[in-house]
């Protein structure tokens, strides 16, 4: 079985082919990160016209890397949300497209299970896994029961992980994006230096906050009187240890609860843009270990938006007997877990 993958959801315009052995046939990503770099941030009418520009390319250049022809597909599967709703449009368009001009199935994919699953293509893990998806958009720690069967956790309460990260490369004039350039400068730096407030702090649940770290590094930034390049990387290297330590202690508190409920072995996935954060992954491969967890992080290239992990989403919807119309209705919200409080 070979399923066509699109992603748009964001700023990555992508499009894959994978088999249900788990073998990536191709796996194309285009970036938009020079289109978007000027304002600092994603501006969606610009990604929407990148994907538009070239999705169709990307999916033929995904065919000719596989080697392989419409007719030898079983299903298209495309992101259908949640996301920037001008590129989910765009993406859920071609795929329907595709479908109907070849006579395949059609599979919607929420984003958010394309990361969820993703462990399974790679790693080939069993039901269920704790994730942890920690990207620009989302933040929030998942029981993973079965396909299309989710348990929330913890969620942020107001700002996502990396958007926090983008926050704060602005403010100290690293560039974009935010992930990356923190490590960067954080790598130079003393993180011992300034303590910043752990949000969430003694307080029950699997919650996560960072606006208020956000305001108390933007204060910190204020009341320097010298703010030259050690103190920048000074600054990132504490913001990041922060962020990390907040996260594998919040985190923490669901690997209880799971472990408690489930016997080991048991696995804790990481996946989402922030996830390719080395001193994070370092946080949390140390703190699952100390609850008999392994660590489980797809290859980097996997843990950002791509088209493989909804290729693979949706092979496993297909295959469970799962399909939907060409009217689905693309839409910028969509929980994984319809039942949580957020």
């Known amino acids: 079985m070979i399923i066509l993958g699109i992603e748009t959801s964001c700023d990555e315009t992508a499009a894959a082919l994978v088999r249900d052995d788990r073998t990536i046939l191709a796996d194309v990503v285009l970036s938009q990160l020079d289109d978007h770099q000027p304002y600092g941030g994603v501006v969606p009418e610009i990604a929407a016209r990148a994907h538009l520009d070239h999705i169709d390319r990307l999916v033929a250049q995904a065919f000719a890397e596989a080697g392989v022809g419409l007719a030898d597909i079983d299903a298209v599967a495309a992101t259908c949300g949640p996301g920037l709703i001008g590129g989910v449009i765009v993406g859920a368009m071609t795929g329907k497209a595709i479908a109907a001009v070849s006579g395949k199935p059609f599979v919607a994919v929420n984003h958010l299970e394309g990361h969820a699953l993703t462990a399974r293509l790679t790693h080939g893990l069993d039901f269920p896994y704790l994730l942890l998806l920690v990207s620009g958009g989302h933040c929030q720690i998942l029981e ?148 008999g967890f392994t660590l489980t992080a797809p290859p980097l290239r996997l843990c950002t938006d791509n088209a493989a992990m909804i290729a693979w989403a949706g092979l496993e919807r297909f295959r469970l007997g799962h399909t939907d119309g060409l009217d689905f209705a693309p839409r910028p919200r969509w929980p994984l877990d319809p039942g949580a409080k957020r």
């Open 144 to 291: 993973v029961q079965g396909v299309g069967r989710y348990r929330r956790l913890g969620s942020t309460i107001d700002d996502a992980a990396g958007e926090a990260f983008d926050k704060v490369a602005k403010m100290l004039d690293l560039g974009y994006p935010g992930g990356p350039a923190v490590q960067r400068a954080a790598a130079l730096g003393d993180d011992k230096r300034f303590e910043l407030p752990r949000p969430l702090k003694g307080k029950p649940g699997c919650d996560f906050s960072f606006s208020g770290l956000k305001n108390a590094v933007r204060l910190l930034i204020q009341g320097q009187t010298d703010l030259s390049e050690q103190v920048r990387n000074d600054i990132a290297a504490c913001f990041q240890r922060t962020v990390a330590e907040h996260i594998a202690d919040r985190a923490s508190k669901a690997l209880k609860d799971f472990a408690d409920r489930h016997p080991g072995p048991n696995h804790l996935v990481v996946a989402g843009g922030v996830a390719a954060n080395s001193l994070l992954r370092e946080k949390l491969r140390i703190m699952a270990e100390g609850h």
